[in-house]
Nanobody
């Protein structure tokens, strides 16, 4: 079965940038949803941004204008470009894919999580 392999997290100063990557190991058939989530200390996991196969992106209000979700189909990789990072962006970030052909046969895939720490 497929796995999502995340990379790109690290320590960055406020105002800095990071790019997270999520590469599919194996195959996910008929991907119908892609997203990035995050979980900050003491908080619930929240949706940061989502991308449809059509290419339409949505963003949580706090990251609009700063984060960009994108996809390289040939590399089977989902990216999260994060600019002008703030301390409140500190969290473990998880990539997410959903695939399947029928509504009763959908499978969800989660990355292992990568730590993003924004601090001076």
């Amino acid at each position: 079965q497929a796995q999502l392999l995340e990379s790109g997290g690290g320590l960055v100063q406020p105002g800095g940038s990071l790019t997270l990557s999520c590469t599919v190991s194996g195959s996910i058939y008929n991907i119908n949803a892609l997203a990035w989530y995050r979980r900050a200390p003491g908080n619930q996991r929240e949706l940061v941004t989502a991308l449809t196969p059509r290419g339409d992106a949505t963003y949580e209000d706090s990251v609009k204008g700063r984060f960009t979700i994108s996809r390289d189909r040939d590399k089977k990789t989902l990216y999260l470009q994060m600019n002008n990072l703030k301390s409140e962006d500190t969290a473990v970030y998880y990539c997410y894919h959903r695939g399947g052909w029928r509504s009763d046969q959908l499978t969800e895939y989660w990355g292992q999580g990568t730590q993003v720490t924004v601090s001076s």
